[in-house]
């Protein structure tokens, strides 16, 4: 019995968690995917990221690792800005506070989704 207790408490021990940009870096591209897929089935994109289903299987959250709500936006051409702050919550920054941006265009050259 204490063999098992010392074996579960190790195994704690050698879990590995995920960096806070990486785990931010991952929801960030899910949260692309859903906008792209909400865009086909509507064809339109998405006026919040409220209105986006969820993925089964999949982390979509749409708050950063620091709790706060991604930043989403687009243009008139369809261009999709999503970002996170960082740690600080402000402008710029550097390691775990520098800001994530992730730019892209929701339609192909043909104006598909």
Known sequence: ???????????FL?????????????????TKRRIVQYARQHDRLPS???D???MPNYDTATRDTWGRALDYSYDL????????LGADKRLGGDG?????IGVFA???AEGHW
């Open 77 to 84: 051409s369809g261009v999709v800005t999503l970002r996170s």
């Open 48 to 50: 919040d990221l409220s």
């Open 96 to 100: 775990d506070k520098r800001d994530m």
């Open 106 to 108: 929701s339609r192909d």
């Open 14 to 30: 050698l879990i590995e968690t995920i960096p806070p940009r990486s785990l931010t870096a991952t929801r960030m591209f899910v």
């Open 1 to 11: 019995m204490a063999a098992t207790v010392i074996l579960v408490a190790a195994s």
């Open 52 to 54: 986006l289903p969820p």
